[in-house]
């Protein structure tokens, strides 16, 4: 984004990429999978986990979305203005709501 997007916009950083990751990232949220020492001896856990792994991306993404975060960090006067309209925001988007959705 250009310098007088992003002052226009207030709009200070973008960014959306799909979520496919997260379903190999470990429960605990750590970014460490496996520990370097199975890949170099090779061990046998090591290459059944890291086929798994091969399979959610080369097989199962083909056929599957697993969604798309879209993460955008705005600046302080962008906030505020949000902060202040949002009763209004929030008030008229239950307002169009379809009566089935009560």
Do not use: W
Request: with cysteine; hydrophobic share 35%.
């Amino acid at each position: 984004m250009s310098v007088k997007h992003m002052q226009r916009s207030h709009v200070i950083f973008r960014s959306a990429y799909n979520l496919a990751y997260e379903v190999t990232r470990p429960l605990d949220n750590n970014r460490e999978m496996f520990h370097d020492s199975d890949a170099y001896t090779l061990d046998p856990e090591y290459l059944y986990y890291i086929d798994q792994i091969s399979d959610i991306y080369t097989q199962d993404a083909c056929n599957k979305s697993f969604g798309v975060r879209d993460e955008v960090r705005i600046g302080g006067e962008a906030f505020i203005s949000i902060v202040e309209d949002l009763d209004y925001q929030v008030i008229t988007s239950i307002l169009f709501l379809p009566p089935d959705v009560f």
